[in-house]
């Protein structure tokens, strides 16, 4: 221990901090302070500009609390449809995403070979190309293969463009799962799709919940590719459906909106909670090996 360290342990003893670790946590504190406020600024504008009917784009409190923008945007047209494509979009991505990121990762983490390393750069390099970069290309092709407008290419194309990641982030977490307890079940006649599915994936349960809100939510957020992709004003998603009410002439329905956002974080959140919950203590491998 240093002579500053012991100085320090003698200012603080007794949980009193000393005068210049006072001074010093004050910019600290402020800046955390600053940093809060950029995140609490807007979600209060949403807060109060969904119960104003007369919100603007200033934060203020509402001069009559009113749900008259909800009971606005609860239409089938403007908000439950709009949900409805999204959740399908997004939930189905996800699903496909982790599939595929679970059978591309179990060889990667079990197996050692020359070309581990090298594969696993290589479709990293993917993610460095961003979507809006290759989408020319990919519209033709859907045109081409008359894919347009349809739904369950926009999800297999959408898991494509977020299975890199997906493949990295399966592959570190399935490292941490001991492979003695693979070997345990193999001794017992397991397979290894066995072993995976009864062995692996239950202990990385909690990563897999990582991996499934990390596309989800990417997918929820995606404005691009479902405008490009999917025509029809049935099929388009919350986040395309958004600019209806951002109309012509900078014309702007501000209570309308904050509303419309509240209640499309809403499943985003709902996802969190569960996964949160369900996957709680799912690392805890004490007991699972002896010695």
């Known amino acids: 221990m240093t002579t500053a360290e012991r100085a320090a342990r003698r200012a603080t003893r007794g949980g009193v901090p000393s005068p210049g670790q006072r001074s010093a946590r004050t910019p600290a504190d402020a800046a955390l302070l600053l940093i809060g406020a950029c995140f609490v600024l807007p979600l209060l504008w949403l807060v109060f500009a969904s119960l104003d009917t007369k919100a603007g784009y200033e934060t203020q409190l509402p001069a009559s609390a009113s749900l008259t923008n909800f009971a606005a945007v609860l239409t089938p047209e403007l908000l439950i449809r709009p949900l409805w494509n999204s959740l399908l979009l997004s939930g189905g991505t996800a699903t496909v995403t982790l599939v595929a990121a679970v059978l591309a990762a179990y060889p990667l983490s079990r197996f050692e070979s020359r070309f581990n390393r090298p594969f696993l750069y290589s479709i ?125 002439h900078g014309a702007i329905a501000y209570g309308q909106l904050a509303a419309f956002s509240i209640l499309y974080s809403v499943p985003v959140l709902v996802l969190y909670v569960l996964v949160a919950r369900g996957a709680s203590g799912s690392f805890a491998l004490s007991g699972a090996m002896k010695g």
């Open 124 to 248: 990293l390099c993917g993610t460095c190309l961003p979507v809006t970069a290759i989408m020319v290309p990919v519209y033709g092709l859907f045109v081409q293969l008359r894919l347009l407008d349809s739904m369950p290419a926009t999800v297999f194309f959408m898991a494509a463009t977020a299975l890199p990641m997906a493949i990295w982030m399966t592959k570190n977490f399935m490292d941490t799962v001991p492979v003695s307890l693979e070997e345990a079940a193999w001794v017992d006649g397991a397979s290894g799709l066995t072993a995976l599915r009864t062995v692996v994936l239950p202990l990385m349960r909690q990563g897999l919940g990582v991996v499934f809100i990390f596309v989800f939510i990417q997918t929820w957020g995606n404005f691009f590719v479902p405008f490009v992709l999917l025509l029809s004003p049935s099929k388009q998603p919350a986040s395309v459906s958004i600019f209806s009410f951002f109309g012509q």
